[in-house]
């Protein structure tokens, strides 16, 4: 993050359109020389104990080319076909890989960035709601019947206490752990719920962790702290020097904010479980050096947006 924050953010705009070629590289790769764990091929191992997850570096990778390409367009994007519709078409084959592996999380979080940016940088948002309503959920409609897993997920959000040992037990366990927490929490590390009776404590259900441990004054400081962050990165966006500069920032921050929103959404059962880190607390190597390097970025545009003041 330190490293990152000494270079001046308008260097990767030279290099925007190879950020695309490099995400569509390394998400063939994965596909080609990726090795499968718990049915989804997402890791390469470069060796026994070293792995690199492809799809968190690719996340950056977009947002610095949809920073790129909407700057260099710009004066086209309130057109649906030659604004709206062309620069949606690249997420096809990112997308397309994506879930092939699969990874629908890792689909959702970068069509989600990728619009965000679309929007600030003037596309149309009826251009988003009328495409969403044709293609976009009828398309999820299918992939989650095409995946009998998918289906089950959606089913289990439904009543998971229907199969309360089976599909519904993580959940369930989530729940009951953030229940248990009270106001104020067992204590840092006591938690109860995490020996064996939640799967992936350390990852995707660590905030039904720090309810139990922290309460709910733990779980609302956490949650105001993402939303300072978020206020922060909306100001830097708002600030920076130029379009460039104004985009990346919002779409770190939309990163960021994204992922929050589905990991406590999923651990409160609030939407169908899926596999989310929560930013800066859940374990995982790429993802956590991938986050520390975006914010490097954004400060570099917050120092530079401070010299421009």
């Not at 990152?4 to 950020?19: G, L, N, T, V, W």
């Not at 690199?52 to 690719?58: A, G, H, R, T, Y």
């Not at 592996?101 to 965000?116: R, W, Y």
Request: with cysteine; aromatic share 12%.
């Amino acid at each position: 993050m330190l490293f990152i924050s000494k270079i001046d953010y308008r260097f990767y705009q030279k290099f925007y359109k190879h950020a695309w070629w490099i995400a569509l590289i390394l998400l063939a790769l994965v596909l080609i020389a990726g090795r499968t764990i718990n049915g989804a091929k997402r890791w390469i191992y470069v060796t026994e104990t070293l792995s690199i997850q492809p799809s968190e570096i690719v996340k950056i990778l977009m947002i610095i080319f949809y920073a790129g390409i909407l700057v260099k367009n710009r004066d086209k994007l309130n057109l649906y076909g030659k604004g709206f519709l062309k620069h949606i078409l690249f997420l096809a084959p990112i997308i397309g890989l994506l879930l092939l592996e699969p990874h629908f999380s890792a689909s959702i979080v970068i069509i989600g960035i990728c619009s965000i940016m679309m929007i600030m940088a003037g596309c149309k948002f009826w251009h988003f709601l009328v495409t969403g309503g044709l293609v976009g959920i009828p398309a999820i409609i299918l992939l989650i019947i095409l995946e009998p897993y998918r289906l089950q997920r959606v089913t289990t959000f439904l009543d998971p206490w229907k199969d309360a040992t089976g599909d519904g037990w993580q959940v369930i366990q989530s729940l009951y752990a953030i229940g248990s927490g009270g106001l104020f929490g067992a204590g840092l590390g006591e938690s109860k719920q995490k020996f064996l009776y939640i799967p992936e404590p350390h990852n995707d259900f660590i905030f039904s962790i720090l309810g139990e441990e922290l309460g709910f004054i733990g779980c609302a400081v956490v949650l105001i702290l993402f939303g300072i962050f978020i206020w922060r990165g909306v100001l830097i966006a708002m600030r920076a020097p130029d379009m460039f500069g104004s985009l990346l920032a919002i779409g770190i921050t939309a990163l960021v904010a994204i992922q929050v929103i589905i990991n406590v959404a999923v651990v409160t059962s609030s939407m169908p479980a899926t596999g989310m880190p929560l930013p800066f607390f859940s374990y995982g190597g790429t993802a956590l050096f991938i986050l520390l390097c975006t914010m490097g970025i954004l400060l570099n545009i917050s120092r530079a947006s401070a010299k421009n003041n």
